[in-house]
């Protein structure tokens, strides 16, 4: 193996590595954190809602 080729695999494993601990970031913290506020916007506007209707 040339010290090209080593280079070569050595960056494929690193953009590799990054890509697998993004996705993992994203899967457990940002995923969630839209889910959940989307979910509380979401409650808050059927809430306004039927204080509207209700006045």
Do not use: D
């Not at 070569?8 to 996705?23: I, K």
């Amino acid at each position: 193996m040339e010290i090209g080729q080593f280079l070569g695999f050595l960056v494929f494993l690193t953009v590799f590595t990054m890509g697998f601990w993004m996705l993992i970031f994203l899967l457990t913290t940002v995923v969630p954190y839209w889910l959940f506020g989307n979910l509380i916007e979401n409650w808050k506007l059927k809430k306004a809602e039927k204080k509207a209707k209700s006045k």
